[in-house]
């Protein structure tokens, strides 16, 4: 079975905190994506990544920042959380462009 | 860049009876991707759909199906026979073609909310 797990499925940070998700896959996958999943927004693309130690910004990148040290892991990381970035974070992994994209449950952050 | 627009925020169908969910999207590529996922309220996001814009036939999985108009850029969904575990979040998303060992990106809609009751 495919598996794309993500660290939490609910956090609260205090404004200002240094915010790592993790990400990871077990099923060797070279693109990896971040999302931030608003009502009415549906899914926003933060960061992707197609190897390790490459990364390409995504519709919204500004107040994050990602790293991808191993090919299975993901990170995405808010430099200085703020109350505008409270909202759902999925990650999702893909073998090559174009074939199905694989999610993780998603985590509902709420920064106060 | 890419865009992928769904105009129905929300729809409402009878069991058994069939719906069709529209998205349109915007692009100058000719080859690349078209997806429909499946949120429903677990959270869990599931392919339900996938189209190779170079073939023309369209793309079908048991009581899913889709109308895929490359001209129009037109690429929606119908559901029959629809079931009451059919309830969900239906996004729509886009994928140019790119090579391996380069980046593409993912581009999804705002989502239909699709509600199916007895």
């Known amino acids: 079975d495919v598996k794309v797990t993500q660290s939490s499925r609910y956090l609260v940070k205090r404004t200002g905190e240094k915010v790592f998700l993790e990400c990871v896959q077990d099923m060797d996958h070279e693109n990896m994506f971040w999302y931030r999943q608003d009502p009415g927004l549906g899914l926003r693309l933060i960061y992707f990544s197609y190897d390790v130690k490459m990364k390409e910004k995504g519709d919204i990148p500004e107040g994050y920042s990602v790293s991808r040290e191993k090919k299975e892991r993901f990170s995405l990381i808010l430099e200085s959380a703020s109350t505008n970035q409270t909202s759902m974070y999925l990650c999702a992994s893909s073998h090559e462009v174009g074939t199905e994209a694989f999610f993780g449950q998603g985590t509902r952050l709420t920064v106060v | 860049a890419q865009t992928v627009t769904q105009s129905q925020p929300e729809m409402s169908v009878q069991e058994a009876e069939t719906v069709t969910l529209s998205c349109t999207y915007d692009t100058s590529e000719n080859n690349y991707y078209l997806f429909w996922y499946k949120q429903p309220p677990s959270r869990q996001m599931i392919l339900v759909i996938r189209?190779?814009?170079?073939?023309?036939q369209n793309a079908t999985e048991n009581r899913f199906s889709v109308n895929f108009q490359k001209a129009a850029k037109s690429f929606s969904l119908k559901i029959s026979d629809s079931q009451l575990g059919d309830t969900a979040m239906y996004f729509c998303?886009?994928?140019?073609?790119?090579?391996?060992?380069?980046?593409?990106?993912?581009?999804f809609g705002t989502g239909t909310r699709l509600q199916v009751t007895l």
């Open positions: 189209q190779e814009a170079y073939k023309q």
């Open positions: 998303a886009f994928m140019k073609h790119a090579f391996i060992g380069t980046a593409s990106k993912l581009t």
